[in-house]
């Protein structure tokens, strides 16, 4: 697991195993850490952030101070894998019919929030950064 404190850290569905198993293959990207929405820390440092505990994917990335959420989230987490510009695209304007699908084919029973803005990491949400690391997702189900 990636110990540097700016590595990033992407806020995934713990108990989607499509979301699971591309939250392993991001793991190469820059040191991502991958984490499960459903770890302990994660409800505290969505609570310092948003205020709530919105049900999103969220990418966490310290070192430029910024928080993406949702179909931002979903467009970084593309341009950073080197994927074509029109690729990031797609999955940014699709973000919602895919979550959707996914959520479906899961048995998922909640639909994700409508957050899909970058935001400025709040210092209350920085200081909760590293608590996170720990709950990192080693091997997921779908895997195991």
Request: glycine share 10%; hydrophobic share 40%; aromatic share 6%.
């Amino acid at each position: 697991m990636d110990t540097d404190p700016d590595a990033p850290v992407l806020i995934f569905d713990g108990d989607c195993p499509y979301c699971s198993v591309a939250a392993v293959a991001l793991r190469r990207l820059e040191g991502v850490v991958a984490v499960p929405w459903e770890a302990d820390p994660v409800g505290p440092f969505l609570d310092a952030q948003f205020g709530s505990r919105p049900f999103a994917m969220v990418l966490v990335d310290p070192g430029e101070n910024r928080v993406y959420a949702g179909r931002s989230a979903a467009q970084e987490l593309a341009d950073r894998a080197g994927t074509p510009g029109i690729v990031g695209g797609l999955v940014r304007d699709n973000y919602d019919r895919i979550a959707s699908v996914v959520g479906t084919l899961s048995g998922r029973g909640r639909d994700p929030a409508d957050i899909h803005e970058t935001y400025r990491l709040r210092d209350e949400a920085r200081d909760l950064v590293a608590d996170l690391r720990p709950a990192a997702s080693e091997r997921p189900d779908a895997l195991s």
